[in-house]
């Protein structure tokens, strides 16, 4: 495939699998053992847990989107520089759901074999989302708003987890 073929390729990917969350997709472009370098986790390995790892984030942000702001490819190495934006309305990393809405950008580097991706590498700034969350004191707050912060955010972190199981206890029943 040509250097054009692969940025083509690469923003078609994109679009399919992370912004409209087309999970079938993946079984289209990714090898069967790829492997996924995403930060915080060990590796994921194969398909099947990529798959896994996609519907996670499209479960905590559903209304999730991604805007592709620029696509390089060389060598059959193709990077894309995205933001995403969405509301969180699920769990996310043991976060119940906030409602709060994150915007973030993110490198994304993708090996391809062929026409399939068979290994990629993603850098985000993970304290960016927890920042947006309410998670993280702000910057310039004094010791002691700091300390009142992570008080009132394991509160509100607990009463939101606390809604959240009775609601999926009133939807079992």
Known sequence: MTEDDLRDLAREIADQVWHRGRLAAIDDHFREDLVAHVPERPAVRGRR?????????????????QEVDLVIAQSGTVVLRSRYLGTQRGEHDGIPP???????????????????VAELWQELNNLTVLDQLGVIPPRQATEFARFRHVLRTVGRLAALKA????????GAK
């Not at 809604?163 to 009133?170: E, H, I, L, N």
């Open 98 to 116: 906030t409602g709060r809405r994150v915007e973030i950008t993110e490198l994304l580097w993708l090996r391809f074999d062929g026409d399939q």
């Open 163 to 170: 809604r959240s199981v009775a609601a999926q206890r009133r």
């Open 49 to 65: 847990a990529y798959r896994e790892l996609i519907l996670a984030t499209r479960t905590s942000f559903p209304d999730l989107r």
